[in-house]
Nanobody, 124 residues
Framework: QVQLVESGGGLVQAGGSLRLSCVASGLIFSSYAMGWFRQAPGKEREFVAAISWNGGRTYYVDSVKGRFTISRDNAKRTAFLQMNSLKPEDTAVYYC?????????????????WGQGTQVTVSS
């Protein structure tokens, strides 16, 4: 049974930082690309960042470039999203996802498994 468990969300003031983690089990983590998506109230789920199976390729949505960094530790079966200079518009539930194809895809439907999400709230 595949499980992706996110943690690290919370309430932070604008300009602050958070680091999200996603621990995977039940799959060969080092074979999967990992992605982070977010969904704000009343909006569709959107792509944030992705990293290929070996960390060699990363991809970001324009709105987070230079502020967010995706990384992974295959030995710990964990993906990370370091979020700096947070803005109120970053407020959302953040989800991690795993893609068996192994590439860093921005496409929501490329991902095979999803976590339950973690809430990030940025106050102004």
């Amino acid at each position: 049974q595949v499980q992706l468990v996110e943690s690290g969300g919370g309430l932070v003031q604008a300009g602050g930082s958070l680091r999200l983690s996603c621990v995977a089990s039940g799959l060969i983590f080092s074979s999967y690309a990992m992605g982070w998506f977010r969904q704000a109230p009343g909006k569709e789920r959107e792509f944030v960042a992705a990293i290929s199976w070996n960390g060699g390729r990363t991809y970001y949505v324009d709105s987070v470039k230079g502020r967010f960094t995706i990384s992974r530790d295959n030995a710990k079966r964990t993906a990370f999203l370091q979020m700096n200079s947070l803005k109120p518009e970053d407020t959302a539930v953040y989800y991690c996802a795993a893609d068996a194809a192994g590439s860093a895809s921005p496409r929501l439907y490329a991902y095979d498994y999803w976590g339950q999400g973690t809430q990030v709230t940025v106050s102004s």
